[in-house]
């Protein structure tokens, strides 16, 4: 492809954002059905209790009701899938317990759905549901994942005799033993990987359609992907594809968490059914608190074993994964990935990393923003950090020594991944450099003077992004000469549309303005992976290429016929078929309506399925501010080199860096899941649970060192999480370093509350008085 304007490598600013800000968006809320009627859910208050439902009669009775439904009503549906079942150790199946669309006799965590309301308007609906009579024999609950494996400890799930969901490693303790035996060092650590709320700005919505003629649904929801929605849908109404259409609007936010299939979207399509009109639901805040899937929410041990030189020999790894009380749709494989990625960008001669995923009587648990991934690099910079302080190492010393180097790739790590490229050491460096490493001494004294502490971290991160299911779709001229993208993956603001359009006008030599991308809608494309584990723009836009490429092809054939001039002859060039080296050309406009111009030779097909995971990598450099009375943490400086192998557009792609290290900043300074004894979700409006702010996070200075990626054929590594694997350990480590400078504190956990941090500052001030 020839250097070009608007193509890739290129600046171009949003081409959605004007219809954004100018209130031209249309979420799902938004979507206004004639006659449709409203939805709610009626769920538990306690975390584990068995239940009746009284006499429905008068309820059914209430102004407007049209339907009450119980678990009884729905016995005919399937339960939600869990698509991602783990085995044991021992080759046997996880415990799968069911997942009913509607709780059958017994609540197993705090908003578990016990029935569905419809009536004419939401407070109608929601009245109605709030009059149902439910009786409650509470039982006892487990909430905390540290007791959740205790003799006496409550089962969420009796029938398996233990509240293990699955046990399983990779490596072998054998294997380790002996480099632990022979270790001049042994560093230990324990750390609390906290539970998140996803809290995208739009909260879920979902409306029910059905036709009776047809016998076939339309799902309208807010989701990360219409395909995969329509395959689960499938399974638990029991009809065929055919019979499901799912359409995505505009989206804000998604986060992981909107790409799950949820219990309403099957309920508000047998309520259609039944009352024989649209159904519409959207979830208020608490709702999203308690019905949606939570993410994190591990608690880990990591030990490494080192040479006399610093070198690491072994690494063992122990999770504790908490799934909540029900499977979620990939729940299960989420601490697998991290276990799979508990090496980072080290060489590390021997793993041993066990898995133990538990059942608590909580919300259900998934990926979240870098899903497992982030998880790893947090205990293992963490790690890496504690065993520098051990040796007395620098910092950045230690993981010179450890960095897998550019000579040995392609790498093969003890957890089964393949490293194709990397250069560690020099992106570290790079950011080391760009952050005034060197230059420290001087701002923590001139906080000293403030009467603040000052500290400094970073940490270096792999990733692993776009593999598995490949992306087809295609690329259309249109009668009016502007051309369309139909693509499978689905944006949540991302920048999808300029993404795409950018790849079209470097191929079809047109402005970004005239290419128009279709997505989330299962009846204009038949296939799609969505959007998730950073995949849309490695995968999506190496397919949008190759449709490109196959319909220059296709209007060169076409163009030759009005030209008179064979097809190896012509050239793209302003937006037209041209004869080489003439002024001899026909536009996009009259070859789309030329007679012989059919449907099939306007459109170009393309597809890709990645060979393999591509490696994004790099080093966050963070440097925190504390106010030793209140404890408070202010981010101050904070600098990024990433490796993102190639850039399609440095705009978005540091918009997406940004947002996923305001996220990493959340975790680890702010945001805190808190259930009581009985199971109450203590934190379930933003009254209790802090996000950051923007005045949480400082000016960011990023930058990119890339080296191409070897398993895409443009090149390009997945970007959409890698800021938020790389932010939460490069805040906590500066944070470990600014207490341990001033008091001595060698640890402390997520989230870095002002709480927290005042409370450990206190505790170190009396045993240091003592």
């Known amino acids: 492809m020839k250097p070009q304007k608007f193509g890739m490598g290129q600046p171009v600013r949003r081409l959605e954002d004007a219809r954004f800000v100018s209130g031209g968006g249309r979420y799902t809320a938004d979507v206004m059905k004639d006659g449709a009627l409203a939805a709610s859910f009626l769920r538990s208050p306690h975390a584990h209790a068995r239940f009746t439902i009284g006499d429905l009669t008068d309820v059914r009775a209430m102004p407007g009701v049209r339907l009450v439904l119980t678990s009884e009503d729905v016995a005919h549906l399937g339960g939600v899938p869990c698509l991602a079942p783990m085995p044991n150790a021992d080759g046997k199946e996880m415990a799968l317990p069911d997942y009913p669309v509607l709780a059958k006799g017994e609540v197993r965590h705090v908003g578990d759905a016990l029935a569905m309301v419809v009536a004419d308007t939401e407070a109608q609906a929601r009245e109605a549901a709030e009059a149902i009579a439910v009786t409650y024999d509470a039982l006892p609950a487990i909430v905390d994942l540290d007791r959740a494996l205790d003799h006496d400890a409550p089962l969420v799930w009796p029938e398996f005799n233990s509240n293990i969901a699955y046990e399983n490693a990779i490596g072998s303790a054998d294997s380790v033993a002996p480099l632990f035996a022979k270790a001049a060092h042994v560093v230990s650590l324990d750390v609390v990987n906290n539970r998140l709320v996803a809290n995208f700005m739009e909260p879920r919505a979902a409306i029910g359609e059905y036709d009776a003629g047809s016998g076939a649904y339309t799902l309208t929801t ?196 393949t490293y194709d490229v990397g250069e560690f050491e020099a992106a570290m460096r790079q950011a080391l450099q760009s952050a005034g490493y060197r230059d420290f001494a001087g701002r923590e004294a001139m906080s000293r003077a403030m009467g603040k502490i000052r500290g400094i971290g970073f940490a270096s991160y792999i990733e692993c992004t776009a593999w598995g299911e490949g992306e087809k779709g295609f690329v259309s001229l249109e009668q009016d000469g502007t051309l369309s993208v139909l693509v499978g993956t689905q944006s949540n603001g991302q920048g999808h549309a300029t993404a795409y359009a950018q790849i079209v006008a470097q191929h079809l030599d047109v402005a970004p303005e005239r290419v128009r991308v279709v997505q989330g809608d299962t009846a204009v494309l038949a296939s799609g992976g969505g959007t998730g584990g950073s995949r849309s723009i490695p995968v999506g836009a190496v397919m949008v290429s190759r449709a490109s490429e196959k319909l220059i092809e296709q209007l060169k054939e076409l163009a030759s016929e009005k030209l008179e001039t064979a097809a190896a002859d012509l050239e793209v060039a302003d937006g037209a078929i041209r004869v080489a080296g003439t002024d001899r050309a026909i536009s996009y406009e009259e070859l789309a309506r030329a007679p012989t111009a059919s449907p099939e030779r306007l459109k170009g097909g393309g597809e890709f399925v990645p060979p393999d995971a591509t490696y994004p990598n790099g080093t966050h450099v963070c440097e925190v501010e504390i106010d030793p009375d209140s404890g408070e943490v202010a981010v101050v400086r904070y600098t990024v080199c990433d490796d993102f192998g190639v850039t399609l557009n440095p705009l978005l792609l540091e918009g997406q860096v940004h947002g996923g290290v305001a996220q990493g900043i959340g975790q680890a300074l702010h945001e805190r899941t808190m259930f009581s004894p009985e199971g109450q979700l203590v934190t379930a409006t933003f009254m209790d649970y802090a996000i950051p702010r923007a005045a949480d996070c400082p000016s960011f200075s990023f930058q990119t060192r890339n080296v191409p990626s070897t398993t895409n054929p443009l090149g390009l590594k997945g970007a959409g999480e890698a800021g938020s694997i790389g932010a939460a350990p490069a805040v906590m480590n500066a944070v470990v370093d600014a207490l341990r400078r001033a008091y001595g504190i060698a640890h402390i956990d997520m989230p870095a509350t002002p709480a927290r941090v005042r409370a450990m500052i206190d505790l170190a001030q009396r045993r240091n008085a003592a």
């Open 222 to 417: 807010s989701s990360q992907g219409v395909h995969g929605l329509q395959g689960a849908l499938t399974g638990i109404l029991k009809i065929g594809a055919d019979k499901i259409r799912v359409v995505t609007p505009d989206v804000g936010g998604g986060f992981g968490t909107k790409a799950f299939i949820y219990r309403e979207y099957p309920l508000l399509l047998e309520a259609t059914k039944r009352v024989g009109k649209p159904v519409r639901w959207v979830a208020d805040r608490s709702e999203h608190f308690l019905g949606d899937a939570h993410g994190r929410d591990n608690l880990t041990r990591a030990e490494m074993a080192l040479d006399a030189s610093g070198k690491f020999l072994a690494l063992r790894v122990d999770i504790r994964a908490n799934l909540g009380a029900y499977l979620s749709q990939f729940g299960p494989y989420i601490p697998w990935l991290a276990a799979t990625m508990a090496t980072g960008p080290y060489h590390i001669e021997a793993v041993h990393a066990r898995v133990r995923a538990i059942y608590t009587h909580t919300i259900p648990v998934d990926a979240y923003r870098g899903a497992g991934r982030p998880e790893a690099a947090y205990l293992l910079e963490r790690l890496v950090d504690q065993c520098a302080r051990a040796l007395n190492l620098p910092r950045e010393e230690i993981r010179a020594r450890n960095f897998v180097r550019p000579d040995e790739m392609p790498y093969k790590t003890h957890t089964e991944r």
